[in-house]
């Protein structure tokens, strides 16, 4: 089984900084990619960023500029940096390891799952205040 698990969340003023971590742990072989969302109540999940295994990267419009997503693939790790935050950043992070193929312990050797899947964490809560 595999866990996703966020961090670093928390309470900042406008204009600050913070940077939230996403640790998956588990079986892994590979990550295909990895996504920061989030989610205010009462509306759908958006995306933030996404990080490709080759460390290519794409932002919502909403923060282009402010915010950084990178990874550290040895350790299964994503990061978010986010800069010049608003109050309208407020959300719940979530971040989602996505098409993540696991090692298949065989009889005699272990090899790559043949199917992938993708994983949520819980969520890291941010609040801006202005």
């Known amino acids: 089984q595999v866990q996703v698990v966020e961090s670093g969340g928390g309470l900042v003023q406008a204009g600050g900084s913070l940077t939230l971590s996403c640790a998956a742990s588990?079986?892994?072989?590979?990550?295909?990619?990895m996504g920061w969302y989030r989610q205010v109540p009462g509306k759908e999940r958006e995306l933030v960023a996404l990080?490709?295994?080759?460390?290519?990267?794409n932002y919502a419009d909403s923060v282009k500029g402010r915010f950084t997503g990178s990874r550290d693939n040895a350790k299964n790790t994503a990061y978010l940096q986010m800069n010049s935050l608003k109050p309208e950043d407020t959300a719940v992070y979530y971040c989602?390891?996505?098409?993540?193929?696991?090692?298949?312990?065989?009889?005699?050797?272990?090899?790559?799952?043949?199917?992938?899947?993708?994983?949520w964490g819980q969520g890291t809560q941010v609040t801006v205040s202005s």
């Open positions: 990080i490709t295994s080759g460390g290519t990267t």
């Open positions: 989602r390891a996505e098409r993540v193929y696991t090692w298949y312990s065989g009889p005699f050797f272990s090899t790559p799952s043949p199917r992938s899947f993708d994983y």
């Open positions: 588990g079986s892994i072989f590979s990550i295909d990619t």
